[in-house]
């Protein structure tokens, strides 16, 4: 869907690093990530426990896997709403992989590389195309689905290798899980090729003005492609701790998984229409995502109406801070 | 322009009756009248969403909550008639489109007034609007034995031949074709899609268009709730789950373009029927309806390859890399 520029007004003069540190969305979202956790702590007796916590991370560490290739693409001004149903179609080709009597590192292999065709069928209809991600994504989201539906109907693959079920339930040291350290070495490598390097830049550039970023040079579509890809491969990642933790196949594996993704993403501080975000800004939105659904889920409350306060929170985050400057404009003038 | 959109109409005619020719050969009792009235009737509540959906695409916007919107008032009607079985089927309409129109105008004041993306707005009122169903039910579901009679019967009755839900649709299409061809509403609704700077400068107001299309599709996704929940006589959390992808489908096939500004009610209607003609022939060319999701992706895909081909075409272009890069 095609945005008309926003209208961005230019400050006077900026404040002191340290004050315009105070005022980011990352520091906001951390004293939220702080209250979430000094309140779910009083809430509930269960709360503080090291193994409780770490239980806690599986909440969120999958999802975030994806957030952060997501990230990227909505900065560049793209949207893929079929990550959860890559999940689903690698899920089932791992799951028919078995059945083949493959092992862990075919399995392995397998997943990932459906996560990169998927994502590089999103990319070519989109770069290639030239057509909207947004009308795209929505149709491979049926379609990638709609296979692993045509796959398995109502049945279901389990039996997955021993050896397969470390990726999801394994520890690398007392209560830190795999997912965790893996969530934390994404971060990092996401935060690094986004923050430090030529494509990040160019990332930021396409999603603040792509004609703009096409005739400084970027090869626009191929930085698109590489982005889909990523997204891609980040839901295949996911999709194997996701079925190694679960250890059967469903077709309706992670359903709605697109929404807490883009939730997570857009509760980071990334600019839904593009050019702006960090990854820093995920991670702790990560975070925060997790600690709720964790502390609702110790208070015994339904799934289903988690889902109401992940909505609340994605319309709730955008909407706070334009009613608060809209209220400022109003007081000024 | 009218011309090519013609053709494109023509064109997806064509494809809806060679596909019900195809079916005939094979299965020659699907053409019988009864079960193409069937199949309209199937069809219809898929008609009367897309067409609310097609006035939300028109002016850029997109509606992913129709499906749970309709869910809710289905469920809070379902609970109504079991609470107070008197209530006139007239009177559960009226609330059925009141409700509606309460939902859709929450999703067109966010876009309004706080100029949230209406792709974060819907897809979190979504879910929103799901977890409701929920609070409000408990998880329980609303079965045939506890709606009331009339409740019931009322979208089902025939009339002339046909159940009276068929002629809900008909009758919304043709209302729908005069406000979208006849009516300054309509003419609004194309020119903030086509270029929402100009719009402006003709004294549109963009916003307030934006709210007005909400508002219709939100009108027609209650009136659709109580519709669904009367005639399949059940009411439970996850009616209609993932019927949103179906009603946009609807309208991208329909030509509807996902960018603003171009679309009209046959295209829409036809996208709907399109789907609805595939999705009641499966069963009786024996394809399992596992196959459905699948299908509809696919033709979303194709339909707005299609689209895209057939816009781009439209005048000389000078930066044609630049253009491609937008």
Known sequence: MSITATNRSIPDRLGSPAQRYLKSWESLLLLV?????????????????????????????????????????????????????IIALASTAMGAAIQFGAGTPEIVAIGLSVGLICGAFNGALVTGLGLPSIVVTIGTMSLFRGISYIVLGDKAY?????????????????????ELVLFFVLAIIYGVVLHKTNFGRAVFAIGNNPVGAMFSGIRVARVKFILFLSTG??????????????????????????????????????????????????VIAA??????????????????????????????????????????????? | MTLLLKSREAVLFGAII?????????????????????????????????LGQMAVILTRCIDLSVAANLALTGMVVAMLNTAAPWLP??????????????????????????????????????????????????????????????FKAFPRAIVLGLPVMSWIAIAIVALFYLLITRTPVGRAFF?????????????????????????????????TGYLWVARYAVAYVDIAAGF?????????????????????????????????????????????????????????????AFNAQTQRSKGRVILKKAEHAT
Request: net charge neutral; with cysteine.
């Open chain 1, 233 to 282: 491969l980040m839901a295949s990642v996911a999709a194997i701790c996701l079925t190694s933790r679960l250890g059967s196949t469903r077709p309706s594996i992670a359903v709605g998984w697109e929404l807490e993704v883009v939730t997570m993403v857009v509760l980071g501080g990334v600019n839904i229409l593009g050019g702006s975000g960090s990854i820093p800004g995920v």
């Open chain 2, 18 to 50: 060679a596909l019900i020719v195809v079916i005939s050969t094979r299965f020659p009792a699907f053409v019988a009248p009864s079960n193409l009235a069937n199949a309209f009737n199937d069809t219809a509540p898929l008609i009367i969403l897309a």
């Open chain 2, 244 to 304: 949103e992808l179906e009603v946009v489908a609807a309208c991208v096939i329909g030509g509807i373009s996902i960018a603003g500004g171009i679309g009209s009610v046959g295209g829409a209607v036809l996208g709907a029927v399109f789907l609805g003609v595939i999705k009641n022939a499966l069963p009786v060319v024996n394809i399992s309806p596992f196959w459905q999701l699948a299908i509809s992706g696919s033709a979303i895909i194709i339909a707005v």
């Open chain 1, 287 to 333: 975070f925060v995502m997790g600690l709720v659904t964790f502390g609702l889920g110790l208070l015994n409350v339904p799934g289903i109406v988690m889902s109401i306060v992940i909505g609340m929170l994605l319309i709730g985050v955008i909407a706070l801070p334009r009613m608060w400057q809209q209220f400022a404009e109003k007081r000024s003038a």
């Open chain 2, 191 to 223: 020119a903030v899609g086509g270029n929402p700077d100009a719009a402006v400068y003709t004294g549109i107001n963009v916003g307030r268009t934006q709210f007005i299309a909400f508002l219709l599709s939100g009108m027609l996704a209650g009136l």
């Open chain 1, 158 to 178: 389990t039996g997955y290798p021993a050896s397969f079920s470390f990726f999801g339930q394994g520890y690398v040291w007392w209560v830190i899980s795999f």
């Open chain 2, 89 to 150: 089927a007239p009177a559960i309409i009226m609330i059925a489109i009141g409700l509606g129109a309460v939902m859709g105008s929450i999703n067109g004041f966010f876009v309004w007034k706080m100029r949230i993306p209406p792709i974060v707005v819907t897809l979190g009122t979504m879910t929103i609007f799901r977890g409701v169903i929920f609070l409000i039910s408990g998880g329980e579901w609303i079965n045939a034995h506890e709606m009331g009679e009339n």
């Open chain 1, 33 to 85: 990530a702080v209250f979430v956790f000094l309140l779910n702590s009083l809430a509930s007796p269960y709360f503080l426990d090291a193994w409780n916590l770490s239980d806690a991370t599986f909440n969120f560490t999958e999802k975030a896997m994806i957030a952060f290739a997501m990230a990227l693409l909505i900065i560049s001004g793209e949207i893929d709403l079929s990550v959860a149903s």
